[in-house]
C-alpha cells in the first residue's frame, strides 16, 4: 500500500532542499570572491616585490618612448631619468638609443618612439615634419656656439692642419643623417675648403677613425672632441662652426639639436605631456644651476666615464617659452639652408612647430 507523505513532511523537505540549494550558490560566490582577492592581492605582493608601485597604480601609467643618440646635449634627458625626476612624477619614461638622429626620427613617424631627447637633429626632425606635417613640437632646444660647444672640426693631435680651410682636397668623416653631412660640406665650401670628400661615420668612431689616420679630420658633436683630447689622440681644430660659418655670428645661437613630442602623444595625454616636460625641465635647471651635479649623468648614455665627465663643455638650452624673435629668426636661417641645398622639398616654419604649452 502506498505511503502517502504527509503535507508538513513535504514542505519541511522542500525547504531545507532550497536551503541546501542557496548555501551552494553561497558557496560558490564566496569561493569566486576568495579567488578573486587573493589573485589581486598576488598581483599587488608581486609588484611591490619588484620594487614597483601598487598594480593599480602603474596599470594607470602610460609609457613615454623617447629616443636619443649619444652625444652630450641629450644631458637634460639623462639627469631626468637617473635622478628620477620622471619617477617622482609618475611618469613611466623608457629611453630608447639609436646610432643617429635620422633613426630618431624614422621612430617617430613609425610610432616606435612617442619623442626626442635634446641633441636629436632638428633638421632630421623638420624632414620628418615634412613627410608628415603635424608630427611633433618641439619644447627645448640645445643652443651651442663658440661659447657653449657642441659642435667642433677635430683633426689627428699631430696633424700639421691649422684651419678648416687646409682640408682641401682631404677626406673628411661627419656624424650620420642627413643634417650632419650637409652641416660639414656647407662649413668646408664656405671655410674655403674646396675638393673635400666628406663621409659618415658614427660618432662613436670618430677618434678611432683618425687615429688610425683613416681620415684627415672629423665633424663631430661634443663628447668626441673631450674623448680625443683627454686619450691624447686628437686636438680641436675649430669649435662652434655652424654659428660662426651658417649663421654668421660665432655667437648666434645655433639650434642643432631639440627635444620633442609627437603631436599624437601630446593630443591623447595632455596631462602626462605636461608632467613630463615640468620634470624634463627639472633637468635643464639643475644644468644651468649646479652642472657639476649634473654632468656625471652623461656616463651610460654618451662615450665618457669617471671623472672625464667633468671635462666636458656644456651646451645652452632653450625652453619653448624662452625663445624671443631673434632665436626663432636664427633657428629659421638654420632651417632655410636646408632649403637651399635642396634638402627640404618644402620651407619649414619653425614658430609653428614650438610647442605653445
Known amino acids: 500500500m502506498k505511503k502517502t507523505a504527509h503535507p508538513n513532511t513535504t514542505n ?24 578573486r582577492f587573493l589573485g589581486t592581492a598576488g598581483t599587488v605582493a608581486t609588484t611591490l616585490a619588484l620594487g614597483g608601485a601598487p598594480a593599480i597604480l602603474r596599470a594607470q601609467t602610460v609609457p613615454i618612448r623617447i629616443g636619443y643618440w649619444p652625444v652630450a646635449a641629450g644631458l637634460p634627458f639623462y639627469a631626468a631619468v637617473e635622478a628620477g625626476y620622471f619617477k617622482e612624477a609618475g611618469l613611466d619614461v623608457q629611453p630608447i638609443k639609436f ?27 623638420a624632414i620628418g615634419e ?58 668646408l665650401e664656405r671655410a674655403g675648403a674646396t675638393g673635400a670628400t666628406v663621409i659618415e661615420l658614427p660618432i662613436g668612431q670618430h677618434v678611432a677613425s683618425l687615429a688610425a689616420g683613416q681620415v684627415d679630420a672629423v665633424y663631430t658633436l661634443e663628447p668626441t672632441g673631450t674623448i680625443g683630447r ?13 654659428a660662426k660659418y651658417i649663421l654668421g655670428n660665432p655667437s648666434a645661437p645655433w639650434h642643432g639639436g ?30 644651468r644651476k649646479t652642472p657639476d651635479k649634473a654632468r656625471p649623468y652623461l656616463k651610460g648614455y654618451t662615450a665618457i666615464e669617471g671623472s672625464l665627465t667633468n671635462e666636458v663643455p656644456l651646451a645652452s638650452y ?18 632655410d639652408l636646408f632649403v637651399d641645398k635642396g634638402i627640404f622639398a618644402s620651407r619649414v616654419m619653425v614658430d609653428s612647430l614650438l610647442y605653445k604649452g
Do not use: C
Request: hydrophobic share 40%; net charge positive.
Open 99 to 125: 646610432a643617429g638622429a635620422q633613426q630618431v626620427m624614422e621612430a617617430m613617424l613609425s610610432g616606435r618612439a612617442d619623442g626626442s631627447a635634446n641633441g636629436t637633429g632638428a633638421g632630421n626632425l
Open 230 to 242: 683627454m686619450n691624447n689622440t686628437t686636438r680641436v681644430l675649430e669649435a662652434g662652426v655652424i
Open 12 to 35: 519541511s523537505n522542500a525547504a531545507q532542499a532550497e536551503l541546501q540549494a542557496e548555501s551552494v550558490v553561497e558557496q560558490g560566490v564566496e569561493s569566486r570572491q576568495r579567488r
Open 130 to 187: 615634412i613627410a608628415q606635417p603635424g608630427l611633433f613640437k618641439i619644447f627645448a632646444t640645445n643652443p651651442s656656439n663658440a661659447q657653449y660647444v657642441l659642435d667642433e672640426f677635430l683633426v689627428p693631435k699631430d696633424s700639421t692642419i691649422k684651419s678648416i680651410t687646409e682640408l682641401k682636397g682631404k677626406k673628411i668623416a661627419s656624424g650620420p643623417g642627413i643634417q650632419n653631412v650637409t652641416l660639414a660640406k656647407t662649413v
Open 258 to 287: 631639440a627635444a620633442a613630442l609627437t603631436t599624437d602623444f601630446i593630443k591623447k595625454h595632455p596631462v602626462e605631456t605636461k608632467k613630463y616636460i615640468a620634470a624634463y625641465t627639472r633637468g635643464i635647471e639643475l644644468i
Open 318 to 335: 632653450m625652453l619653448y617659452n624662452e625663445f624671443k624673435a631673434s632665436d626663432v629668426a636664427y633657428f629659421q636661417k638654420f632651417y
